[in-house]
């Protein structure tokens, strides 16, 4: 039967199933979600033997236990920390992954498709491989238990993905107005900032949401290189909060994982509609 040849009931029908279908769908991914929250106000019993959303009570005293921690200092203190770690990572790791995808993507220079494979090259090694010479490249210039460590990388343009991830989006972005520019007497770092970045803003918020979401999880980095339980991220701390020795209270450790993906939930809705565009496209059309 064609397009043509359906009736509004058919439309109607085939319509409903679709949304049905999402329907269902939503219903399987979003489950473990909701079911976090819902543990959140459960007794340790109810978590291990009930896999129902409902709790027997609406009791919001783990988010308090859990945000005080069992440590001297409260969530506050780590969700700073992380912060502290994100906000400049993320600074460092678009300026510099701009330069270099604007450079690989607009010049030419001796070396240059090499150079772009062996980054493109990097990207399939597995991060766990440069452990241990970069712990040892650090300790030598003395900057375990510091911040420094998980934040400078970055601005050496060493997340290889977002610069491959900027490069394809430039190659998209037509010469003309950076050509129209070059003649009224632009150089390249003001073609960039006044012509390039804006068209790029897509793809940026998209390296920001990405950068965010990895730096706010990221757990192996900072259980290597931070010592100080004041320094801890929440990522850490959530960690920490398991004891290994006591019972644990696991509506509190729920709660606070909950607290914790505020955060990053906020920033891609937010920006989800710069996000999903520069994620999914390669450039602009016409």
């Known amino acids: 039967m064609s397009q043509a040849a ?18 269902a769908v939503a219903t399987v991914m979003l489950y473990p979600l909701l079911w976090l929250v819902a543990a959140t106000f459960k007794t340790n019993a109810e978590i291990h033997t009930e896999i129902g959303l409902w709790p027997s009570r609406f009791d919001f005293g783990a988010y308090a236990k859990g945000w005080k921690t069992s440590t001297e200092y409260t969530f506050a203190t ?4 992380s912060f502290a770690i994100v906000v400049p990572r993320i600074v460092v ?27 493109v090259g990097t990207m399939m090694l597995p991060l766990i491989v440069l452990r241990l010479p970069q712990y040892l490249m650090f300790k030598e210039l003395g900057w375990l238990d510091t911040y420094l460590p998980l934040i400078l990388p970055s601005a050496f343009a060493t997340d290889t993905f977002f610069v491959f991830m900027l490069v394809q989006f430039l190659r998209g972005i037509p010469r003309d107005m950076e050509e129209a ?3 009224d007497g632009c150089n390249a770092l003001q073609m960039l900032w006044h012509i390039i970045v804006p068209l790029l803003k897509p793809a940026i918020i998209s390296v920001v949401v990405f950068q965010f ?3 706010m999880n990221d757990f192996m980095g900072p259980l290597i290189y931070l010592a ?9 701390a959530l960690k920490m909060s398991i004891g290994a020795t006591e ?20 920033v891609f809705f937010m920006a989800q509609r710069h996000f999903i565009e520069g994620a999914a496209s390669s450039g602009i059309q016409g």
């Open 6 to 23: 359906l009736t509004p009931e058919s439309e109607r029908a085939n319509a409903w199933m679709r949304y049905a279908a999402l329907l």
């Open 247 to 266: 019972e644990v209270e696991w509506a509190n450790v729920i709660a606070i994982s909950v607290v914790a993906l505020i955060p990053s939930l906020a």
């Open 213 to 215: 979401i990895w730096t």
């Open 93 to 119: 790791t678009v300026i510099s992954c701009v330069l270099v995808a604007y450079a690989f993507a607009r010049f030419e220079f001796f070396g240059k498709k090499l150079l772009f494979s062996i980054m």
């Open 228 to 236: 100080s339980v004041e320094k801890y991220p929440v990522s850490l």
């Open 181 to 183: 520019a070059q003649i």
């Open 78 to 81: 780590y969700f700073l920390n």
